[in-house]
């Protein structure tokens, strides 16, 4: 079955940087764009960042442009995601998602279209 794995989460003092890991089997992964997600507590989940599954395109949130960079590895089956400068509003459950051949960025960016989730993984930073 297919299955996706975070991890690299953990605690880090504001301005410091964590790298997330997401693992995938059980499914072509060059065929799958990649995208990560976050939820803080009380709050919808929301669009981070996605790489299409040809790699050609990457998507990011406003908010974290410039400080996110989201890569993949194909050879690994793994996408990643290297956050620097984190803020304390960056805390938040981390979630990686995989969408079937897909070039729609609306698609990559709203994640009702994706196939398969992670279980998450936490991220937090203290002030």
């Known amino acids: 079955q297919v299955q996706l794995v975070e991890s690299g989460g953990g605690l880090v003092q504001a301005g410091g940087s964590l790298r997330l890991s997401c693992a995938a089997s059980?499914?072509?992964?060059?065929?799958?764009?990649m995208g990560w997600f976050r939820q803080a507590p009380g709050k919808e989940r929301e669009f981070v960042a996605a790489?299409?599954?040809?790699?050609?395109?990457?998507y990011y949130a406003d908010f974290v442009k410039g400080r996110f960079t989201i890569s993949r590895d194909n050879a690994k089956s793994t996408v990643y995601l290297q956050m620097n400068s984190l803020k304390p509003e960056d805390t938040a459950v981390y979630y990686c998602?995989?969408?079937?051949?897909?070039?729609?960025?609306?698609?990559?960016?709203?994640?009702?279209?994706?196939?398969?989730w992670g279980q998450g993984t936490q991220v937090t930073v203290s002030s």
């Open positions: 998602g995989a969408l079937h051949r897909s070039y729609d960025s609306s698609y990559y960016r709203g994640g009702y279209q994706y196939s398969y």
């Open positions: 059980g499914l072509t992964f060059s065929s799958y764009g």
């Open positions: 790489k299409t599954w040809s790699g050609g395109s990457t």
